[in-house]
């Protein structure tokens, strides 16, 4: 977190282009949507497959804003939360009655409806999507600044955190953790673990829905194509490789994964032959199964190991 915070510096003073700036804003952007779904996945154990669908819906609320000519932040930021707790809950309500593959399955088939429903908004561009601007403070931060969004951005990497932080330590957040464990076990116990769950399902998909208008916000531009189930796909993969149930993992494996997808291409294009760049998921892959085999923690797991071994 230190680094992040000096990276804008570090950047003018090695004199870097401004390119490396909006990289590390896109990188804690989706480090925001994929600690939300760890939320529910690493702590809750519920598999969401369409977990993109709320940062869709968040850069749509603010897309539609921008459309109409409204970019007050303190508008769109606030009917976001709102929107997508209203997603959430109806999405979790019919969800949580099932469990496992069913789960997956319904979630996923949730996150294709809501896609193809951006597709035919035709109003708000379709499939070619549509331009998005900025929020405005009222003054108080100009978004249009790349090192004040780049500070907006870290400001609420921090604040998700520390939230996290505080549920995943709650008695609610050991309430979700024991659903976890043993759902049957906490039923006897006289606990309503679906509400639980919902109300876990619900605060996560509003996280993701602040992801996604911050998304908005940074790319200035919204389509459909940031809700497809392939994106909710690169959300499970940054968890995993991060490291599931843990407070820091998914921003670890955001990064690395980000970074990956950014200088791998290059890498084998340089190292391999031209071309072979296209085919960076297949490298990644067998990374992915290898550190799924013997890191089951992820990164976070590995740090954690040699931080113990070196004493």
């Known amino acids: 977190m230190i680094l992040l915070a000096l990276i804008p510096i570090l950047i003018q003073f090695l004199e870097m282009p ?14 925001l949507a994929a600690m939300s779904l760890d939320l529910i996945l690493g702590f809750g154990g519920m598999v969401s497959f369409g977990h993109a669908v709320y940062l869709g819906i968040g850069a749509y ?18 009917v976001t939360l709102l929107v997508c707790a209203a997603f959430a809950l109806v999405i979790g309500m019919m969800s949580l009655r099932t469990s496992g593959v069913y789960f997956i399955m319904i979630t996923l088939a949730f996150a294709q409806m809501v896609y193809f429903l951006g597709i035919s908004l035709e109003e708000f561009g379709g499939d070619d999507g549509m331009p998005a601007y900025r929020s405005t403070f009222g003054g ?8 004040s969004f780049y500070y907006f951005v870290f400001a609420m990497l921090l604040a998700v955190l520390y939230l996290c932080h505080r549920i995943i330590h709650s008695r ?10 043993n759902e049957a076990r906490m039923q006897a116990l ?19 829905g602040i992801a996604g208008a911050l998304f ?14 392939t994106r909710s796909g690169d959300l499970l993969i940054m968890v995993i490789l991060g490291g599931m149930g843990t407070l820091f993992g998914p921003v670890l494996g955001t990064v690395l994964f980000l970074l990956l997808e950014e200088y791998l291409p290059e890498w084998m294009d340089a190292l391999l032959f031209p071309g072979a760049g296209e085919h960076w998921m297949g490298v990644l892959g067998p990374l992915l ?16 190991r040699l931080s113990l071994r070196h004493g």
């Open 140 to 147: 108080l931060i100009d978004l249009y600044d790349p090192l």
């Open 216 to 229: 908005a916000n940074w790319n200035e531009f919204v389509s459909p194509a940031a809700m497809h189930w």
């Open 289 to 304: 199964i290898l550190l799924v085999l013997f890191a089951r923690g992820g990164v976070h797991s590995l740090l954690g």
């Open 18 to 31: 401004v390119f490396y700036t909006e990289m590390f804003c896109r990188i804690m952007i989706l480090a």
């Open 61 to 78: 609320t603010v897309g539609i804003f921008s459309y109409y000519g409204i970019d007050n932040g303190f508008i769109q930021f606030p």
């Open 190 to 208: 006289g606990f309503p673990t679906y509400r639980y769950k919902l109300a876990a399902f619900i605060i996560s998909g509003m996280i993701c």
């Open 172 to 181: 609610f957040g050991m309430v979700l953790q024991g659903c976890k464990s």
